[in-house]
């Protein structure tokens, strides 16, 4: 099967910087996007960033020029560099990803995975 790790969250000052990363474990056959989501207390989770296989990246208007999403497809891991944060990103942070697998008798299988999710916490 595939599994999502994610690693990087925590308390941090506005104005200050976090990595968030997430690694993508199993027997991947490829991963087409890969994109992180956040929702906030009371909240709907929304879309944060996304950079599909080809590099084509989208990112959320409340993020843009704050936030840097790239990917290391060797190791099957996407990367969200945020700097300049404001208490409003404060939110538990996942990371998606959607590809192929092999599967048993290595049949190659779609999957659309997500992480458990990582607090990030921007105090004022």
């Known amino acids: 099967q595939v599994q999502l790790v994610e690693s990087g969250g925590g308390l941090v000052q506005t104005g200050g910087s976090l990595r968030l990363s997430c690694a993508v474990s199993?027997?991947?056959?490829?991963?087409?996007?890969m994109g992180w989501y956040r929702q906030a207390p009371g909240k709907q989770r929304e879309l944060v960033a996304t950079i599909t296989s080809g590099s084509s990246i989208n990112y959320a208007d409340s993020v843009k020029g704050r936030f840097t999403i790239s990917r290391d497809n060797a190791n099957n891991t996407v990367y969200l560099q945020m700097n300049s944060l404001k208490p409003e990103d404060t939110a538990v942070y996942y990371c998606d990803a959607n590809g192929y697998y092999r599967g048993g008798k290595l049949a190659v299988t779609g999957f659309d995975s997500w992480g458990q999710g990582t607090q990030v916490t921007v105090s004022s």
């Open positions: 199993g027997s991947i056959f490829s991963i087409n996007s």
